[in-house]
């Protein structure tokens, strides 16, 4: 196999070249802070430099004295290249400036590798440099010693910025080197980390191209490369598991030359997906994500019914009984292997809340409906029925508060933030294509970024943000209600139908006396007392943070993270926090005859916060 990858490194250049004049200024680069630093300690030492080393470590006055004093900005050095290469590499961006106000070309190629300044720039990642080479001109379409251009160059070297923003002015995220190559190729060959691939395939990407002498398509350079993160990616991009290159390989045979389980079973797994290899009738069903999901939501409404129903079969022999809880234990392990998938995260919690809440609904109606009366308990029941069912529905249904953008106006914000240095993962997100606005983040599961992100419930199987945190308030306090209804349920049906001697023998004779009167009911009630407590400490949570602190839950977990909150050893002090009461009437927006008035902010807009010394709250949002 190493034959094999250095036959296709040798024909396709796949392995760039750091020729001499590319590695001494990358040494001055990551020296520069330190020699910058001890300028004031040989100021005198600067007027025996050469124009070069003086580029190279940006002595600006230096530089300038040896111009005006005539020496030509145009000249290259002994090894072919320019003082405009050396400014370009280092990131000087003063002398950059000057040098173009001398008469310096922009786009003068030079160096063993034939670059121009721009390529120099966009190999050491350095996109301030390239936006100002941009503003002069620089076309970064020209092609170096080596056939590539500046985007095929930040992909390679996984500069995401860059790439980002040499597309959002106009370079075609399907652009071809000298050999063939893509900008997904090379980040698929060279970059083992989700960026720049996450974000080509965010800008509608060719994912199926294959390159011009080995018709290799991306995925089968991730494979050669063994880059599983990019692998996976491509998957999820629906990647064409099948194509072949110019020597009828697959992505496939690839993995298998390498010996590769992990590649081997994913791309067997994405081959069967797509109906490829006749599986049978099994394992179609296994590869089917809407049937995986199915079962996946299905199964706790079963393993809830098997456990109430064996434990309540009038069977006097407890062996027998256990050994059908061994078979139920046996067909789940089967189901989750064979069935379960781990990427649909939300399947399963959501199922086991839909299936607890299904039982529960089915007891009451069944059991308790002609023991409790109508109007003090059924009818209050039912009402918050009502309210649970519909704040459930919200917060799983519901816009959370996305932020949206469209392909105009994601490349106008890039152009934008790189030209005012503020395109940084930070505040921009690389997958959405989009300014993250202040309390925004972006939810791993979900695939899109949140305007005030609290969490990703899988409860409700949604995120929690800006457009459903009241709803989700909501169903978790009328989710206690209705658990709470269901314990008062269980005790009334024991109180009637269970012959119990609670104040002869005591609690825990009491216990076995009701487990054995109606195993179905114990099992119930000890699914609300498990509920009870999960949803209790919730809520408790959720309110501390919105009314004692003005914060979420991700803020509150990543608080260090962001600037804008102080954070000590004991306490985190958040410019959202008006008071308890102020706190709570914005958060539920409570509005009472224009006495009381919420302060509602769109969090999907809001990128900054400036102090407000003078206000009641604190801070502005701007």
Known sequence: MADVM???????????????????????????????????????????????????????????????????????????????????????????????????????????????????????????????????GADPSLIDGEGCSCVHLAAQFGHTSIVAYLIAKGQDVD???????????????????????????????????????????????AVLAGNTTVISLLLDANANVDAQNIKGETPLDLAKQRKNVWMINH????????????????????????VRQKVMLGTPFLVIWLVGFIADLDIDSWLIKCLMYVGVWVAVQFLSKAFFD?????????????????????????????????????????????????????????????????????????????????????????TCLIRKPIRSKHCAVCNRCIAKFDHHCPWVGNCVGSGNHRYFMGYLFFLLCMICWMIYGCISYWRIHCATTYAKDGFWLYLTQIAACS???????????????????????????????????????NARRYKHFKVTATSIESPFNHGCIRNLIDFFEVRCCGLIRPVVVDWTTQYTIDYDQTSGSGYQLV
Request: include cysteine; proline fraction near 4%; glycine fraction near 4%.
């Open 267 to 290: 791309l067997q797994e994405a081959r069967q997906a797509k109906g490829y290899d006749s599986p049978s009738y099994l394992k179609r069903l296994k590869v089917d994500k809407e």
């Open 6 to 136: 250095e036959e296709y490194e040798k024909e396709a250049g796949c392995v760039p070249i750091l020729h001499p004049e590319e590695i001494k200024p990358q040494s001055h680069f990551n020296h520069g802070y330190s020699e910058n630093v001890s300028r004031k300690n040989h100021v005198d030492d600067y007027s025996t430099w050469d124009i070069v080393k003086a580029t190279q470590y940006g002595i600006f006055e230096r530089c300038r004295e040896l111009v005006e004093a005539g020496f030509d900005v145009r000249q290259p050095d002994k090894e072919n290249v320019t003082l405009l290469h050396w400014a370009a590499i280092n990131n000087r961006v003063d002398l950059v400036k000057y040098y173009i106000s001398k008469g310096a070309i922009v786009d003068q190629l030079g160096g063993d590798l034939n670059s121009t300044p721009l390529h120099w720039a966009t190999r050491q990642g350095h996109l301030s440099m390239v936006v100002q080479l941009m503003k002069y």
């Open 175 to 221: 652009m071809m080197d000298q050999n063939g190559m893509t900008p997904l190729m090379w980040a698929a060959y060279r970059t083992h980390s989700v960026d720049p691939t996450r974000l080509l395939l965010t800008f509608n990407v060719s994912v199926n191209l294959g390159d011009k002498y080995h018709k290799n398509t991306a995925l089968h350079w």
């Open 342 to 430: 781990h990427s649909m995260h939300s399947a399963l919690p959501l199922g086991i809340y839909l299936a607890t809440k299904f039982w529960m609904y089915t007891t009451w109606f069944y059991w308790f409906w002609n023991d409790l009366p109508f109007a003090t308990v059924h009818l209050p029941f039912l009402i918050n029925t009502l309210a649970l069912f519909y704040n459930f529905g919200k917060s799983w249904k519901s816009d959370p508060g996305i932020i949206k953008a469209s392909e105009e106006q994601k490349k106008k914000t890039i152009v934008e933030l790189a030209e005012t240095g503020s395109l940084d993962l930070s505040i921009f997100c690389s």
């Open 519 to 557: 195993p179905w009911m114990f099992w119930m009630f000890l699914n609300s007392i498990f509920h009870f407590m999960w949803v209790a400490v919730l809520i408790m949570c959720q309110l501390y943070q919105i009314a004692a602190l003005g914060i979420t839950t991700n803020e509150r977990m």
